[in-house]
């Protein structure tokens, strides 16, 4: 959030912005869910994972606790016990319900759930209105951060949603199928060279970010060079075909444990039919894509493909160098196609959108880095050990959501979000 | 089901009996999920439990499965997924869905199991109306049990619902709290004397009963008391407080073992609130009733209160032998009470309803049993190793499902059940 | 126990057969450690099994504890820390070390533990030459009973060595490899006839027993056939040729579960070597001996066994019975073979010795029993649930410690004991 | 272990300086088991853990497979057998035994395997004296890497020893206690001060380093100061009574869950006596000395003392720029002390010895890092993924094996190391 205050010291501007970006954001998530059966909101298939309808009213809880209790005088909550419900993990905000038991909430119901977000929209468009002018740029802040958390929920809605059904053997999809794309330049593999030398990273100051993007600072990079384009199942395919699951000397020793305790064969989402690999996802069960972006794969297998491949994954010093010579465009949320789609055009290209890239970085704090004071601080910080940084975006994230210094986070052992990869080499 | 064919040699009365039967069953089963909504028939809280909706849709398959698709000819299933979905345990009826997993199906939707029911009813009536005259008495027998098994689903359905229901810090209820009773002749303790000797035990050939109850034979018992009702939730405090959960010699070995590990101190669904003793229920959170037969409690807790008690639990053919001596008559389901009430009458009393009663028994075949070729044959006999007999029928047990013979049986560790307890003592 | 006082009223007969009960069972258990390591002795592979230092050291604390301790005037204990490292389960006679750790416990070494034993047994030695005649039938009755206890352990100790030596690739033998038994009957099987009725069975009062023995009572048996000798490896590969260990509706639903979960597809310590089984044995690993008993087999795979063979197990009553017919002779410990052997007799033979044999009774109280009062009342009474009973003894069985009305019990899943089966059916 | 073959052109300084390291190498091994006891040697209380005995033939395992095999032409292992039982996790040199079952292997007995390195040591002795000048430089290296592998093996020894002890009630100790140590400085927290910029870490080629310590490598840091000395227990007791063990925002969300699962609430072999806190250690069990550096904490721990005493772990790069000015000297293994002891001079003191220090780098390769080929390349590259760095060395390690650039990783959930911590902070 580092500067974004002064974003917001010319008021009207300010309301028109937030206005506008509070109700698209939370006009998205409805839009997500529709469709969907009541039966379908409520599912939890896995610890890491929370209903769809957990994810509508957290995300409201969420403007309620950090922005209508702290600034509308007297603000009754709409249900005290959706407190203790709806939050999530901020500790210092109260207690909070069991996470692995989130599935198990069958009230609120759906429709109770909606009713609870209007409550609360309600409420923010008057705070909007009737804000003090001391007020303003904190409030502004708050509720900016709330449509960036909730976008990053709207990423986990589907995601979760698609883990969910992936338990059911009638292979529910979210969306109709559409056709496979056909154009594609994804089969010849450029490589795009950079200098290096002493850079800057980090946010810069302009516009929204997370408070674990900054401070901007200095990180001394040698000469490397990154892929054109992300990895794609044909690639995969080979190394597949090339016994890359069955040669330890490939992986790493904890990524070996894990695939053989998971008895790993292919990415999360692919089964075999017909002697034909199919992958299941947001539209369904469709035939592996040759040229689509390869998905839903660890990190652990991330890198073993790296090394099969003679080349390792990207830190994420490099990317995000690399990532400010590019605009941020790609296949996102909004594109509506779900799915990760083959590269069309040459150069640097699929930085942003379609998957999510692991890079070989551990998650730690930038040099600098102070959460800010109170449960808000708890939003990135405290997830500072045993995770492993994601660059770039996905099919599933809101175009807003993308930026060059956004750090994406996740254990190395994860595959349910749309995380692909992105080669590396040192020059 | 010994016997059961003679009873359907007159096709007439054995129709209208049959169907009769089936119609107020299947009805039965849609009452029990009135004004509930569709977030709340799809939860599954632990693999022994089961959606509601999949009982609705299990009890179906089993006609189905059973006998639709041996006596309707080129019988088309409603849907062909529905066999991977609904078969519960039948190997020889091919492969079935995870168990764990059940909660996870949220397609078919509510409406869609609905729709299910209704098909197979309709099929159900046709082949009533149109069997042949040779086929009759087996088509009759085989919807009698399934009949008897819906009636089994249907208390499950409830103690699943409440089991899931107990996580939701809201306390949803079932059906609204109702006063407690007020009369009671709990407080006094009457013993009932029996002789014993050579008697006989198990099912006798008239009406309907499963093949575990049967063949009836012979059983030398020693003379015998048994209370003349139910254990009380006033005794069960007494236990409590006099250390009875803390006191490892009045346990089991693997009883003490389980309270370690699951840290229990009062039966399930107890909790304290300023210094009294609150029970959850179908009707919601309620003090403790200290006159109504104590509920919830394993096989383990039930031993060690009887041994504190200096007492001991019957054996099930004692039981069986004293309930032959009484009319099958007490708290059923049809009453609409979803709980256990306190005694009334003199004398043995609460034999059948209130709560199940646990039994010394392992549940073992009688000598002579034979469970039926094929699937059905799996029904009960393939269970019995590790668990215990529990006799006479519960709050939520259908009138028609209680009688004298009746073998109900669960895990020692099981508590979701409406399970309690009466003492007996050797003469 | 029952009725054993009586038995040691004249005092010097009491004496003599007392002391020498009790240096022959102590100088077995030295003599089945002679020639390990003391690497060995401190092996534990698994919660249920435990060190062969630690039953040297059990053993003897049962006679600080429960004689020494009580009848020496201001008896010193050899050392107090060993009250809490050799107590097992005894929870009324104070804190006990962590079970699954006692392989942990590298001090006391071997020889500490050896002079334990030697200090106890100088000990006993002076009690019993000094004790008063009004204590002594209770002192003989005690140190008969950790005489008894020691012969379980000796057994114990045997079984844990051999399943710890599995766990080491390089198989090592317990004693040297013997030449398999060349001649046998045991190719054909004969079935031996019973009538049943209101029998009577458990321990009569004529010589030493445990509490769980008695008392003896009446029990009615319905005519039934028991096999001559015990099954066969034989008939068990016939049993696994025929894919007994891939079809479900063989199997109960438990055993059925315990089986995929474990991958259960021979009796334990079997493998297949060059296309052939052999098996590890006390006397290291050697081709599976056709006609031997099968051993090592859980409960489930017995159960599923007579299935298969279209016969059932026995009903430990129907065992003792029958067992009371023929001499209490066979394949003991002190034959030194350790391993099954072949059926040579005909009629009723093997009832005794070779391997434990499974019956299809739980293992419950019989009506009437009470255990002791005090800590020597959890000997057997506490574990009267989930267990099922064995009937016969062992190759390594003491031969004093085998009898008609022994019950042997153990959890349906474990096969680290010598256990095999014998077939009944109904006549 | 990059340069390393230019140390060993000169044939005879090599032979000197290799046979040298080689023989007191090995003798250390030996020196350290003396007095223990057979049993001892074959704890294993961990599956991170290994026995005694096991660390004492890894050891002469590595020399056989990676020199022995390799140079001496026609070699003869001195059993197969061992090949499988004492490889530890080198997939390229074939198959292994299963890791948590090290404590099973009672033979080879403690003597066997003493045996074997008898056997080892003389091969290597004639292996030097015979090899041509070719092959002298790379046998030297590899027997040169041999020499610390094993010392790495010998803190192990010593830290899983002591885990296997604390399990044992009697606490034994491993060394006589000692009186603690009188004089310290302790007290007084100094902060030296370091400019940073592009500064340049990495092993720089002299004297032996593994290949995780290198290529040397440019870094830029940020101003930031170092504590002078080790975090001591005073510090930790304050952090105590202040709540630092119940005060989730102190910690990061893995080391919160871990702390909750784990019921942390002091450091490992902590515990309370008559209101006292006493450590059980390589000493036995002694009052805690305020003076001492804290020891046996996870990161998660030391992370969170960090954040309470408004500090920071350091990060590696700063901590080994900081390393290269001072002299590599402190508490070793060859002390003989066996614990950590308090500081004693001033200025930036305690950076070897004592304890390892915990910083907050993630274990990742440097720029440019390439393990060797074959099996000897799994020796580090494959652990660098959810393990953490430690730098310095502690009381258990071999004064040759501490150096600047030296890198130890754990898992930060681990504590049966001697690992501590050092504050940093930003300029």
Redesign the interface.
């Known amino acids: 959030m580092a500067g974004s205050k002064a974003r917001f010291e010319v008021a009207d501007d300010a309301r028109d912005h937030v206005s506008t970006l509070y109700s698209r954001t939370r006009d998205r998530s409805l839009h997500l869910v529709e469709g969907l059966?009541?039966?379908?909101?409520?599912?939890q298939?896995m610890e890491d994972a929370s209903p769809a309808?957990w994810h509508l009213a957290h995300t409201s809880w969420f403007f309620e606790q950090f922005v209508l209790d702290r600034f509308v005088p007297d603000y009754r909550f709409v249900d005290e016990?959706y407190l203790?419900?709806f939050n999530s993990?901020y500790?210092?905000a109260g207690a909070r319900?069991?996470r692995p038991?989130r599935?198990?909430?069958?009230?609120?119901?759906?429709n109770e759930v909606l009713d609870y977000r209007h409550a609360v929209d309600a409420a923010i468009d008057d705070l909007l209105a009737s804000a003090s002018e001391e007020a303003f740029p904190e409030i502004c802040e708050l509720i900016e951060l709330g449509c960036h958390h909730e976008m990053q929920h709207q990423e986990l809605l589907l995601t979760d949603l698609l883990h969910?059904?992936s338990?059911?053997?009638?292979r529910?999809a979210f969306r109709a199928p559409e056709p496979l794309a056909v154009q594609s330049r994804a089969e010849t593999l450029e490589w795009c060279a950079f200098e290096g030398g002493?850079v800057e990273i980090g946010h810069d100051g302009e516009g929204f970010a997370f408070d674990n993007e900054g401070p901007r600072?200095?990180?001394?990079l040698?000469p490397f060079d990154l892929a054109g384009r992300l990895v794609t199942n044909r690639e995969w395919c080979a190394f597949m075909e090339d016994g890359g699951y069955e040669r330890?000397?490939l992986?790493?020793?904890?990524?070996?444990a894990e695939r053989e305790a998971q008895g790993w064969t292919a990415p999360l989402y692919w089964f075999e039919q017909d002697g034909e690999w199919w992958s299941f996802g947001l539209r369904g069960a469709q035939p592996v894509d040759p040229d689509a972006p390869v998905t839903h794969v660890s990190?652990?297998e991330a890198?073993a493909f790296a090394r099969w491949a003679g080349a390792r994954l990207p830190r994420e010093a490099e990317w995000e160098h690399a990532a400010e010579t590019v605009a941020v465009d790609g296949n996102f949320l909004e594109g509506g196609h779900f799915r990760p789609r083959p590269a069309l055009a040459s150069g640097l290209s699929q930085m942003f959108g379609d998957v999510w890239q692991w890079t070989?970085?551990?998650y730690?704090?930038y040099?600098?880095f102070t959460p800010p004071e109170g449960a808000i601080g708890?939003y990135n910080g405290?997830?500072?050990?045993?995770q492993?940084v994601l660059r770039g975006a996905s099919c599933a994230t809101p175009r807003a959501h993308a930026r060059a210094s956004y750090r994406n986070f996740f254990h190395?052992h994860q595959r349910w979000q749309f995380a692909g990869l992105r080669l590396a080499r040192?020059a």
């Open positions: 059966a009541p039966e379908d909101l409520g599912l298939s309808k016990r203790y419900l993990y500790v210092q319900f069991s038991h599935g198990l909430v069958s009230r609120p119901t759906v969910a059904f338990f059911n053997p009638t529910p002493l600072h200095k990180v001394y040698e330890a000397p992986w790493l020793s904890d990524g070996w990190y652990y890198d070989q970085s551990a730690s704090p040099p600098g708890e405290k997830f500072m050990v045993n492993w190395p040192d």
